[in-house]
């Protein structure tokens, strides 16, 4: 198949960040110098010290929120009357806003919380580089875990959203498309499960399960058997970088990142 200008510049492109990004796998990750840097930032970061009735308190509000905004916009719009597009946007963008409602009344109402005194700078590079970083990890993840699923006799199927990308002709649906994918859902999925889940966790449980247990729930929600592994890789990446900077940011831009990547690829003809 012969790709178009744009799509082999694209390429390109892409193939030069997971370059740099096994360059800096080796300089901040694999160095002894990286790992001494960042035990020592994880322990600077400050447990979330809330009691367990509280915590389950905050995963009420965010499924409640989810839910019945996900109900309330199913009263509006009914899933069966609209194309898959639009519905996408409605009751995925319904969901995700309860959702973030749930975490902004529990984090702003219920429970106070002072804010992190970390420095605010450079969250936007930190986050590129978390992008760059996860990129070489996940292409490797995701071979293996096709080849161990091809040897299981399992057939993987790519997710919707890859076809509903590729096929949208509305500029308007894309648009709203690619704003809840790099905005709204970055910022409701770290909330919940790097500063909620990951940083309940992390002083409660041996480190391995603090890392693994959202990264699960964070791949689970995503309800696809093909992108499962490395959407589980990636939910570690993005914990080990909110602990290594403190900041919940530099994941948000690097979850918000990731998605813009990935939409830029399928647009191009490239797939994931």
Known sequence: MSLTLPAQIILAVEIL??????LLLGRHVFSSAGRQIARQRAAAMPAWSISVPDFFLFLFCVFMGGVAAQLFASMIVSPSEVELALSIVVHGGAFHAGMLAGVILFRGVLKREPRSDRSSANRLPQGFATLLIALPLLAAT????QALMNGLGVELQEQDLIGIFAETKSPVLLGCMVFLAVVIAPITEELIFRAGIFRYLRTRLPRWAALLVPALLFAGLHGNLASF??????????????ERTGSIAVPIIAHGLF??????????????
């Open 259 to 272: 998605n813009l990547n990935t939409i830029v690829l399928i647009l191009a003809g490239l797939g994931v």
């Open 142 to 145: 995701g071979l293996i875990w």
């Open 17 to 22: 960040f997971v370059l740099t990004g096994c």
């Open 229 to 242: 592994a490395p959407l589980t890789m990636l939910g570690i990446i993005f914990s080990l970088a909110y």
